[in-house]
């Protein structure tokens, strides 16, 4: 089992949708938990973090839920610009620096 | 361009060959990860520095792979005797870490790589 896993899609949705994707992790001890955007050729660039409360950002809302494990982030009101790939990130725990990366979910969002 | 930088951005190198990539992180930064992308594939941990010592490594990444960050600066990654599938994009990331870990990540472009 992967330690992070993603639907890779591709999610196709007009603009104005709401649009959710979901993310499981596997190690139940993990401690921080991210969204990163990664435009096609690009490098990932955080998008934003996510914390046990839940946390907004404009159109984009992530929510944590430990108990299941499970990472979601619903993105309000889909603008083409939001056409990219969407990385669920964890970071594990005790001493590791590793961050374990999800195989990312593509957006493609359409007129 | 105080970013992440990366050089080359693009190497084509037969089978067999050894190639060095060189990383140089933003400055204030004093930790430096190592990552590899294929299509369709999210990043693939590699190995990270905090300052010039190396922490971790991937138990993925074969004796061919070595990485050094000599005066807790720049980074280089070697592979030895490249295969055809270390083919990917390499790429390098930085962040400044107080008192723990998971803060933000700054990626450079990345060097793509092509084995022949």
């Known amino acids: 089992r992967k330690e992070v896993e993603q639907d890779p899609g591709p999610f196709n949705v007009p603009e104005g949708a709401t649009v959710a994707f979901n993310c499981t992790y596997s190690?139940?001890?993990?401690?921080?938990f991210f969204w990163y955007r990664q435009d096609c050729r690009k490098e990932p660039k955080l998008l934003m973090s996510?914390?046990?409360s839940g946390n907004e950002d404009g159109r984009f809302t992530a929510q944590l839920n430990r108990a299941s494990q499970y990472i979601s982030l619903l993105i309000r009101d889909s603008k083409l610009s939001d056409s990219a790939t969407y990385l669920c990130?964890?970071?594990?725990?005790?001493?590791?620096?590793?961050?374990?990366f999800g195989q990312g979910t593509t957006l493609q969002v359409k007129p | 361009d105080t970013g992440v930088s990366q050089d080359p951005r693009h190497k084509i190198t037969k089978r067999g060959q050894n190639v060095t990539f060189r990383c140089d992180p933003i400055?204030?930064?004093?930790?430096l990860y190592w990552y590899r992308q294929t299509l369709g594939q999210g990043p693939e941990f590699l190995t990270y520095?905090?300052?010039?010592?190396?922490?971790?490594k991937s138990r993925l990444l074969s004796d061919r792979f070595s990485a050094e960050r000599p005066k807790g600066s720049f980074s280089t990654l070697e592979i030895q005797r490249t295969e055809q599938g270390d083919s990917a994009m390499y790429l390098c990331?930085?962040?400044?870490?107080?008192?723990?870990?998971?803060?933000?990540?700054?990626f450079g472009s990345g060097t793509q790589l092509s084995v022949l």
């Open positions: 996510v914390y046990s």
């Open positions: 990130v964890v970071w594990g725990s005790g001493n590791t620096g590793k961050l374990i």
């Open positions: 990331a930085s962040s400044f870490s107080g008192t723990g870990f998971g803060e933000k990540l700054f």
């Open positions: 400055s204030e930064h004093n930790r």
């Open positions: 190690n139940s001890a993990s401690q921080s």
């Open positions: 520095f905090q300052n010039e010592a190396q922490l971790e």
